[in-house]
């Protein structure tokens, strides 16, 4: 799909998101795969000239996780599994996806969402395991991000119309026995805050469980704990005012809406505490970018037993799949495990993976856990 052209917004969160995207796509530069390459791979995998954006991303990231992440269990060697998918948020923008295959007689189904900033691709491999478990995957960029249209980031708040979107496209193309949802910090707070907003639609769909990784409580504590990290210096007694005021100012750029409700502790004020669906959180204690108290606040007010939650003494934002590879992953499979009750899948994926047998590369992990 050709990327749609939207007047751009000139509100921070957009600034911020471009700064972030050439700073990502500098770090992705090393790692490009070529014209020529990319062309040779659209014909061994069958694919069209369409196709080769999303092939060359697909290339790229691959050779990141084998490469820079020295974790070549996470790349999508299957490529010809994959297919890309479009379709419409629930307000109307277009949006890019891809769907991964890998399991062609399964109709279990996990909807991955990535980080501010990020696509589509990574949450397609930070994903990975539920393959190895018997899921099929959909991906998608939001909003302003990858291929999809370009529309404002709002941290969330308009960002469920994009999965509410993907919700819609599976519902009309594929059978769905159950379904899960996976998201990471922008992406996670996404699947929290649609779970518990839209939680009859996602009854339909027998939605087993979430999984949300670095996610935030609402974009006030967002701001708030950036202030902490990054702006010291500004006086805690205008903190609040300060934020108040960049959202307000936000919100005059956008029609019908307040970043004010971009809040999972607010829907949780009025949600129905013994219908949650199960979550496994992961986050990390030194995260420079959400606050880990985010996660332990929604754990106490959420209240729900079924949920579970893993949080390291240390990670870069985003990265605990990368850090603690085999105890993130030991993990994530445990608790899907808890709902597909198949061992032998999970016993084939520990063996696979190696994760009760810690190298050299996974020493960090042990001294940071």
Known sequence: MKKSKRQRKNTLLNSVKRSFRVFYSGLEKPFSQSSLRVSKKVKVYNKTKEDKIWLKEILTTNKIVRRFYKRPEIEVKDIENLSSINFKARDGLNISGLVYEPNKNSNKWVIACHWFAGHKTWSLHHAMAF??????????????????ENGSTT???????????????IKENKKVDKLALMGTSMGAFVI???????????????LQ???SDAGFGSVFRLFLHVRNIYLFLLPKRRTKKVINRLIE?????ESNLNLHNASIFKVLDTADHKSLFPTLFFHSTDDKVTSCSDTYELLLKRNCKKDDYLVFNFSMHTQSVRY????????LAEFINLYEKDNELFNQLVEDWNL???ERKDKI???LN
């Open 249 to 253: 100012k936000h919100n005059r750029h």
């Open 356 to 358: 009760l047998k810690f």
């Open 155 to 169: 941290m969330g708040a308009n960002e469920q119309h994009d999965l509410m979107g993907a919700v819609d496209w």
């Open 131 to 148: 393959a190895k478990m018997g899921y099929n995957i959909l991906v998608f960029d939001f909003r302003g991000h990858g291929q999809s």
């Open 324 to 331: 603690h590879f085999k105890t993130y992953n030991y993990k």
């Open 209 to 211: 469980f979430l999984v």
């Open 192 to 206: 929290n805050y649609c779970s518990i907003v839209y939680k009859e639609e996602f009854e339909k769909l027998n």
């Open 365 to 367: 992990s042990l001294l």
